[in-house]
């Protein structure tokens, strides 16, 4: 490499990211001895300048350590310095403060101790009237005389305004209640006896007289039949069109009200409790072995059968409850009336004749609606009558506990005595 002389002073620019030498010559000796080592002398060049420079920073920040090292130290040393006045001075100031022939505290707390001895002594004297033993002795005397008082007045039957009193009065109205409520239900009792009388027909075919649950059906179906000049076959052991006995009874409509043909419903007799589908099952079954236009399940209470009240229909088939004795036929006889309709508005699709069905289905809607409420009543009436019999016996078990109460408080007081 051949050496020429600088023209022009050096200069070193930084621009666009990157410092740029003009005319710039290193005679260092150990520079130039690690450059002329290099592979390549740029690239040794870049390599000594990047490791100086960080060589400068490193050591920047040492001495800056140092710096605040050395801060921290005096620091240290002066609020050493500081605390150790401060506790000399505390110290001082609690030895003056705690001596015990010249401190302040000690001869304050003599003071109050004092004070409080003598507080105390006033306060419980058991000589003076002002003490506390003598007002608390005073209040309770007062105390036992009110105590007293109010347990006469608990006790006496005598006194208008006591306990004892009232609740005498209470159950003596109670069973006066009562006794009325009992007189209310034996007349309501002969009543009921009265209309059994009158209907001697209804109690020679209940089930307590030895007839099953289609005997009644049969006689309550005919006696409805009458009014409509159909007629009501018992049907239970005669096979059927399917060769089945499905189908307890038929009823055949009045052949004026069907343009002059046999036409027919049927009803099932359920004694027991049967699921909807099994039901809807065998209504079918009925229809098609009874050759009949609609079906209806009888069942004999709301409990055993598969829906909640006590008439409901779907398309030609229908569920009705009526109960064993006969005596409530407003189920019965609503659900005979959809079976009619059901089957002459089959009549008039057939024959094309016109027939307001929207209203004849509200009529049977509002007389369902109707026919749910009543039976509604029905039970808010025996749950009630139930309700109030539970009340009167929790009564009777009251006054037994009242009457054995003031018998051991009489006792209790004979013996105080």
């Known amino acids: 490499m051949t050496e020429t002389a600088p023209t022009e002073r050096p200069s070193v620019v930084v621009r666009d990211g990157g410092v740029h030498f003009a005319g710039f010559e290193e005679r260092d000796t150990e520079v130039v001895a690690l450059i002329t080592g290099a592979d390549d002398p740029v690239e040794g060049a870049h390599q000594c300048l990047r490791i100086g420079a960080q060589a400068l920073r490193a050591a920047n920040a040492s001495i800056d350590a140092d710096v605040v090292e050395r801060r921290f130290e005096g620091l240290s040393a002066s609020f050493d310095k500081t605390v150790s006045e401060a506790l000399r001075r505390l110290t001082e100031a609690t030895g003056e403060l705690l001596d015990e022939e010249t401190g302040a505290l000690p001869g304050t707390l003599d003071g109050h101790r004092e004070a409080l001895e003598n507080l105390l002594k006033e306060t419980f004297d058991p000589e003076s009237k002002k003490s506390v033993i003598a007002v608390f002795e005073e209040a309770m005397a007062e105390a036992h005389a009110t105590q007293v008082s109010q347990v006469k007045n608990l006790v006496s039957l005598d006194s208008d305004d006591s306990p004892l009193s009232t609740l ?28 059994r009388d009158a209907k001697a027909e209804v109690m020679e075919i209940t089930s307590t007289k030895g007839f099953t649950y289609e005997d009644v059906l049969h006689s309550r179906i005919s006696q409805i039949a ?20 499905k189908g307890d009874e038929v009823v055949y409509l009045n052949r004026e009200d069907t343009a002059g043909t046999a036409r027919c419903f049927v009803f099932e007799a359920k004694s027991g409790s049967v699921n909807m589908r099994k039901t809807v099952k065998e209504l079918d079954d009925a229809l098609l072995n009874r050759d009949a236009t609609a079906a209806i399940a009888v069942f004999a209470n709301q409990d055993k059968a598969p829906t909640s009240v006590p008439f409901h229909y779907s398309d030609t088939k229908a569920i009705v409850v009526m109960d064993p004795d006969g005596l409530d036929l407003n189920a019965l006889h609503l659900a005979y009336m959809w079976a009619r309709w059901v089957v002459r508005r089959e009549i008039a699709v057939s024959n094309g004749e016109d027939m307001d069905t929207e209203r004849i289905t509200a009529l049977i809607n509002d007389a369902r609606r109707a026919l749910e409420r009543q039976t509604a009543i029905k039970r808010f009436h025996s749950e009630a009558r139930n309700g109030i019999d539970r009340a009167a016996n929790q009564v009777n078990d009251l006054v037994d506990e009242v009457e054995s109460a003031l018998a051991s408080l009489l006792t209790e007081m004979d013996l105080d005595t």
Not at 168 to 195: C, G, H, M, P, T
Request: no cysteine; glycine share 6%.
């Open 168 to 195: 005498k009065r209470l159950l003596l109205r109670d069973f006066d209640d009562r006794i009325r409520d009992v007189r209310q239900d034996l007349s309501d009792l002969s009543e009921k006896i009265a209309v």
């Open 226 to 245: 009458a009014g409509h000049a159909d007629l009501a076959e018992r049907v239970t052991k005669t096979l059927g069109v399917a060769g089945t006995e």
